[in-house]
């Protein structure tokens, strides 16, 4: 009879557990959302790019990311 009383004592918070998992409403993701992602450069890349001659179209390219990602950060 202890085991059993045992038993539900320590089975009892593990269904209770998932049972707050199981409120939690499902966050909405906007549609924009779905299929876009921050475009995030490795440290590399980065070191790499800061040693270049850039062209005059590549400044406004990085300017295209940096506010795609500042849109991202917002909607998403």
Do not use: Y
């Not at 939690?24 to 993701?29: E, L, Q, Y």
């Not at 450069?41 to 795609?68: C, M, R, V, Y």
């Amino acid at each position: 009879m202890k085991f059993a009383f045992a038993l539900c004592l320590l089975i009892s918070p593990a269904f209770l557990t998932a049972c707050s998992f199981l409120d939690r409403p499902t966050p909405v993701i906007p549609k924009e959302c779905t299929w876009a992602e921050a475009i995030e450069f490795d440290q590399a890349t980065k070191d790499w790019l800061t040693k270049q001659e850039w062209p005059p179209s590549a400044a406004s390219d990085f300017n295209k990311i940096g506010d795609h990602n500042e849109l991202f950060a917002k909607l998403c």
